[in-house]
């Protein structure tokens, strides 16, 4: 697996290693950081890369920016060059994984709004372990975050102290991974990702206003579904008593891409295999992100 060499920093690339960030800057002391994860997909065939849905990761980057009242903001054209030197730079030989934070660099009092800088870093990253055995998870006693509190339709890293609790509550009580409710006991997100489940041949995921992430991997599936099936998921409000009703379930993000879940508190969902439909959507996933399906070439940027 190929390493990391050099990483960017406010437009210019730095050794990996050498990158500094002021330990009293406003990016340490408050959390004032939005941050993408973007997967740039290697295509054998032409020796380039796809980098996938870079215009919306950009969109979210730029709305979490603009709540966060950072006094600049970056746009997608500047942002591209960026990562393609970034990319290149290192050298890659297999599929990179691109963490792009944007931060208030200053050191300041709370309400500082700048200045603003930016950390791009080009990583190789395995696949997921349970993306073939599938996940057992615990629904968490640690409830997701309000709106109204940290809203966490938007990637701050200020959001992920609350996910990290319920990561590590999971992982102590034995569980591969966690399950978060709202504040009024309606199924949210994993801590890493969305969550989907089939119900009576019915794919089901949380609503929007259900405090999760506006994921774009989550986009994609409920597009593709409807384009595979000429069917809509059903983007609602999930009882927790629903989970254990469920045939199927399966969470999604651009760093997990797409996870079986295959137990949900010590209950096996369904026959506590892999089932149709995960499948199906996880082929389509595959061969769309590497450009093997002709459709929707505008998510792909090349390089």
């Known amino acids: 697996m190929w390493t ?8 210019e690339l730095v050794p990996f290693a050498d990158a500094k960030l002021h330990p009293l800057s406003l990016a340490v002391t408050y959390a004032t950081t939005v941050f993408e994860g973007v997967r740039a997909y290697h295509m054998p065939q032409t020796g380039q890369f796809a980098l996938f849905r870079l215009a919306e990761h950009v969109k979210r980057l730029q709305v979490g920016m603009k709540l966060l009242r950072m006094d600049r903001s970056y746009d997608t054209p500047y942002l591209l060059e960026c990562l393609e030197r970034l990319i290149r730079a290192n050298e890659p030989d297999s599929d990179v994984y691109v963490r792009l934070l944007v931060y208030v660099e200053g050191t300041g009092l709370m ?11 080009a990583m190789p990253r395995e696949k997921p372990k349970f993306a073939e055995t599938g996940m057992s998870l615990g629904v968490s006693s640690w409830n997701r975050l ?23 509550q999971a992982k102590s009580d034995g569980y591969d991974g966690a399950l978060m409710l709202t504040a009024a006991g309606k199924v949210s997100e994993a801590p890493i990702a969305c969550f989907f489940m089939v119900r ?28 595979l099936t000429d069917k809509q ?39 506590g295999g892999i089932g149709p439909i995960t499948r199906q ?23």
């Open 4 to 11: 990391p060499k050099l990483l960017m920093m406010n437009g």
């Open 281 to 303: 959507l996880s082929r389509d996933y595959f061969d769309l992100v590497r450009g093997v399906l002709p459709a929707h070439p505008e998510w792909r940027t090349l390089i």
């Open 146 to 168: 309000e709106d109204n509190a940290s809203p966490p339709r938007i990637k701050s890293t200020a959001n992920y102290h609350n996910a990290r609790l319920a990561a590590l």
């Open 200 to 227: 009576d041949g019915v794919l089901i995921t949380p609503s929007k206003s259900s405090g999760i992430l506006e994921s774009i991997t989550r986009d994609t599936i409920i597009t593709r579904y409807h384009e």
């Open 233 to 271: 998921v059903e983007e609602r409000v999930i009882d927790r008593s629903e989970l254990y009703f469920a045939d199927e379930a399966f969470l999604c993000g651009t760093g997990q891409e797409i996870i079986p879940v295959v137990k949900i508190d010590q209950f096996a969902v369904g026959d």
């Open 111 to 121: 309400a500082t709004t700048g200045p603003v800088g930016f950390t791009a870093a």
